[in-house]
């Protein structure tokens, strides 16, 4: 029992209850003196070694099949940054990010699959059981629990991923300013332009805020085909 994850502890109930059934004669109607003890003690032992696989086999998928993926998920870095002696072009910067989030959707999109596939099986793990006939079966809505469930927990790791992402990228363009001596070198290429009495910068900050930006809002494309 104490085995069972809580997020599993109303989708195994009923096999709880089925080996309750099966220990049931013991506390009922065996005695000391009956001639089928060690029938029933058989009987008991295959269930819960039954009923303890059924657990280790639900666990194994949950934490190496669903949980590691989810986690793996959540420190995907979904954007593309340069070593500090690198500049980039504003153009440069913007075509690098979006080839490097394609190939991140594609990542993502495979880890989705399997998270998916991995729950599903964990529900045909448990369905596939075989119950006493008196047992009552799983609840369709406890199945959906647990598919409401895994999809807020993917919707977790994405957001905490283009959260750390938009950080990084934060933190590389301006510094940390809480630090208060951060010292990045530069990340665009830019150049300074007399023009007049004027001095101008080439490209201007408004482009590069705008580069800043199509880089950023691509973040969140890369998984919202995902839902």
């Known amino acids: 029992m104490t085995k069972i994850k809580p997020i599993c502890k109303n989708l195994l109930a009923p096999h709880i209850a089925d080996m309750d059934l099966k220990l049931h004669p013991g506390m009922s109607t065996l005695t000391w003196t009956s001639m089928n003890i060690d029938s029933y003690l058989n009987h008991v032992h295959q269930g819960l070694n039954k ?20 986690k793996n998920i959540s420190k995907v870095s979904l954007v593309s940054l ?3 002696n690198v500049t980039f072009t504003l153009e440069t910067f913007v075509s690098k990010q979006e080839e490097f ?4 959707k594609n990542l993502l999109t495979s880890k989705n699959l399997e998270v998916e596939r991995a729950v599903d099986d ?19 809505d406890e199945t959906k629990k647990i598919k409401r469930y895994y999809f807020w927990y993917l919707y977790n790791a994405l957001l905490h991923a283009t959260q750390n992402s938009l950080n990084s990228m934060k933190y590389r363009v301006c510094g940390n300013k809480a630090g208060g001596n951060s010292k990045l070198n530069p990340f665009f290429e830019v150049d300074v332009q007399l023009s007049g009495s004027e001095v101008r910068l080439n490209p201007s900050l ?3 805020q705008k580069a800043i930006n199509k880089a950023a809002t ?3 494309v890369s998984y919202t085909h995902l839902t």
């Open 122 to 140: 964990l529900l045909l793990t448990i369905l596939n059981y075989n119950l006493d006939p008196r047992i009552e079966k799983v609840k369709a």
């Open 82 to 84: 340069p070593h500090d």
């Open 51 to 70: 009923l303890e696989q059924l657990i280790i086999n639900v666990n194994d998928i949950i934490e190496n099949r669903i949980e590691s993926n989810l």
């Open 206 to 208: 408004e482009e590069i």
């Open 218 to 220: 691509a973040v969140p």
């Open 101 to 104: 989030i394609n190939e991140k």
